[in-house]
Nanobody, 124 residues
Framework: QLQLVESGRGLVQPGGSLRLSCAAS????????IGWFRQAPGKEREGVSC????????NYADSVKGRFTISRDNAKNTVYLQMNDLKPEDTAVYFC?????????????????WGQGTQVTVSS
């Protein structure tokens, strides 16, 4: 059974940092591209970043480029999203998703499984 579990939720001040984790189980993790998405209150879910199955390719939405870093440890079945210089507009529920289809830029193609989401709040 495919399962993704996000962790790392928190409340941080503007300019602060936070690292999210996405732990996978129940499938061959190393076959899957992984994407991070976020959904702010009253807004649609949007793509944030995507990483290829090997980790050799990473892409970011313009809004987070230079501030966020996606990485993965296939030995630990985990993908990370390091978020630096956080801004109030980064406040959202963050989701990870997995797909056997490749990333298209910073968007994950045809997500097959979603995590439950983890809340990130940036506020002074």
């Amino acid at each position: 059974q495919l399962q993704l579990v996000e962790s790392g939720r928190g409340l941080v001040q503007p300019g602060g940092s936070l690292r999210l984790s996405c732990a996978a189980s129940g499938f061959y993790f190393y076959y899957y591209d992984i994407g991070w998405f976020r959904q702010a209150p009253g807004k649609e879910r949007e793509g944030v970043s995507c990483i290829s199955s090997s980790g050799s390719s990473t892409n970011y939405a313009d809004s987070v480029k230079g501030r966020f870093t996606i990485s993965r440890d296939n030995a630990k079945n985990t993908v990370y999203l390091q978020m630096n210089d956080l801004k109030p507009e980064d406040t959202a529920v963050y989701f990870c998703a997995a797909s056997r289809y490749h990333c298209t830029g910073f968007l994950l193609g045809a997500p097959e499984r979603w995590g439950q989401g983890t809340q990130v709040t940036v506020s002074s």
